[in-house]
């Protein structure tokens, strides 16, 4: 007894010292319950069309804050099945499950850890991961402060949108998103048990790194799910056979890679490194159906481009080691260097002859491509091929499957494309697309990107022209210049089709696009004249020639800058400001900052006369009716486009400015490093395509427009003018005095644009 009494004794001391440390050295040291009281998660930077659609999201953790009320019950109690079934029964130290826990290891059952969610709560908010008496008992403590400040559901909410479950993602939303493209609502109960499974061991069951891992534990947690009675054998046998897909990474709504980046500039610029964590949202003008359709539009045509000019060969060749692990590391390294382009994907050829080539991709299938799916490579597949051009085991090539599942050879294009369209009314962005890969090329030709327009120039030359008399029934003399004049022998121009018509009409030679036609309207109207004219569209006039080439678009320009300046012609006259952003939120939908849209049709914007800007629509209309844009109006089915190709000389850049109701859209394609993009390919085989595939969208749905005829204006002669130069007035003719030679004069000097 007296031995019993020394022991309770001494344990009454040590109970004494370890109470006496825990209230007067660890209890007053703790760190203050701010981070949960007023919880402020790390919410990434949110960027979005104006419908709503995701287009970017910035930020180092990936998290959508969810209130508990609306969490998926499925996926509440998965949790609590799996991680504290009595977490609304206990006060945060859970004594009998951790009884039950003991028991269940010495049986080797099924089991949970002894720590409490609200554990986990104060472990991950305040403390380490160490394991020491220390820590454990700061834990104890932390605990029963949380359980006193926060109700349960606010600590279960905690828990669900604060613990890390891999791949740089917080909270059960975000982890949805990231791994299955969803939103919790839209989880099924596989899906749902699967992220449960993720907490235990963020690395080993992380679903993209180690599915089979992932599928393991989240069988276990459906067990315990059936075990406790919240589902049912016929779910819990649904669940387990269920087919899940990962992705992996977040997916957004819409491609619009450039338009997120240039709004991240902005943002951050203002709100510095705070943009990244406060969960601000920004709401763009893109349109999402105007978006995906100009994107789909640029790759595939960038694409078609591509194809025309033939396979280039492989991308890379590398060793196939004879050992299968070294040959699957050595074919690992090879893609993760060759990311995909999005439905672009790398793969290494394993085997291969003139009918079969079999090759494996980054997720480790092999696929099989042969029949048509050779066609495009097939030079690379014979026995004499040179060695750049010729696919052997270790290539590493470019795949694409169509909808029928069947796979070709491709390769990724050399080649840049890009594509801007704004309202014409108000200069709003409705779609964007900078290049044909963000990823690959993070550099934005259509903010950045100055290039000659080429022809597309030709509009605001006739447009000064019309205020010096000039009329679309004006004729001027289609011959070249240097059969005329002396003093164009040091420059010489030519049409670019070697075509010269005499006599023509202002109309028809821009439909047209006569280079020569173009360069006597300008020298008749002045350079310096139209220096000053082009300006009211907002162009620059040192990025413009002060000499005739002016009139072929030897200039620089940027799609944007050029949409902006057929917006013009689009909207009756009036200077536009392209403009992005409409309004940014708090996590919480507050507005920090809006930016009203701008007020349609202000006479302090008016830079052209309306009847200049209804002529010029007429001369573009016919464009696209009967001249080099035809095209647009047969594959559309519309009669009030209008716009203007451009090609620049030996075809290095391609154009197409246009527009049809209150939609103007530019569209641009050429090499990064200026070089011709081809003899055979112009504005019209280049760049309209691009515009005609995503104006089809833009204008699905939506009436033809008809213009008003301005006051001032008269068609009594044949073709508009306007009404004070009728009778005799104005510029009728230009240069018909001048004849042809019988014998076409030839010159090395020349210069000149294409369509």
Known sequence: M????????????????VLAYVFLVLAPNLPALDAVTDYRPKIPLRIYTADNALIGEFGEE??????????????????????????????????????RAVLADLRGGFHQGASTITMQVARNFFLSQEKTVNRKLKEILLTTRIEAALSKDQILELYMNQIYLGQRTHGFAGAARTYFNKSLNDLSLAEAAMLVGIPKNPVRHNPVSNFQKAKQRQEVVLKLM?????????????????????????????????????????????????????????????????????????????????????????????????????????????????????????????????????????????????????????????????????????????????????????????????????????????????????????????????????SSMKPFVYSAALEKGFSPATLINDVQLSATSEEALRWDPRNDDGKYDGPITMRTALAKSKNVVSVRILKAVGVSNAQNWISHFGFSKDKHPDNLTLALGTGSVTPVQLAAAYAVFANGGYQVQPNLITKITDSKGNVLKSYPAPAIAQDADRVIDSRNAFIMDAMLREVTRSGTAAAASVRLGRHDLAGKTGTTSDAVDGWFAGYAGNVVAVAWMGYDTPKSL????????????????SMRAALAGKAEVQRAVPEGLSNAEGDWMYAEFLNGGGVRTLDMDEAAPATPVTSNNQAGTAQ
């Open 226 to 454: 059936l075990n406790r009675g919240v589902i049912t054998e016929a779910q819990y046998d649904q669940a387990l056979h269920e087919k899940i897909t990962v992705t992996g990474k977040q997916i957004y709504d819409t491609h619009a890679d450039y338009v997120a980046e240039m709004v991240r500039q902005t943002v951050v610029e203002e709100y510095k490194e705070q943009a990244y964590t406060s969960g601000i949202k920004v709401y763009t003008t893109l349109l999402k159906t105007d978006q995906e359709a100009a994107y789909e539009a640029v790759r595939n045509n960038v694409m078609a481009y591509d194809q025309r000019h033939g396979y280039r060969g492989p991308e890379a060749f590398i060793q196939l080691p004879a050992d299968e692990d070294e040959r699957d590391d050595a074919i690992d390294d090879a893609l993760r260097k060759h990311p995909s382009s999005d439905k672009l994907l790398a793969a290494v050829v394993t085997e291969v002859s003139t009918k079969v080539v079999k090759a494996e991709l980054a997720n480790g299938d092999t696929i099989v491509i042969d029949g048509d799916g050779l066609k495009f490579a097939a030079a690379g597949l014979q026995a004499k091929a040179k060695s750049d051009l010729k696919i052997t085991p270790g290539a590493l090539i470019r795949v694409l499957q169509d909808q029928k599942k069947r796979w070709s050879i491709t390769q990724l294009p050399e080649v840049e494309g890009s594509y801007v369209a704004l309202n014409a009314e108000t200069g709003a962005y409705r779609a964007l697309v900078g290049g044909f890969d963000f990823n690959r090329k993070k550099f934005n030709h259509v903010t950045s990107g100055w290039r000659q327009p080429g």
């Open 2 to 17: 007296k031995w019993i009494a020394v022991v309770l004794a001494a344990l009454g001391v040590v109970a004494g010292a």
């Open 678 to 693: 081809g003899g055979r390919e112009f504005g019209a085989t280049l760049a309209l395509p691009i515009w005609i595939d």
């Open 62 to 99: 990936h998290r959508e804050f969810v209130p508990i009320k609306d969490i998926p019950e499925k996926l509440k109690t998965a949790l609590l099945s799996t991680e504290d079934a009595r977490f609304y029964d206990h006060s945060g130290i859970d004594f009998i499950g951790a009884g």
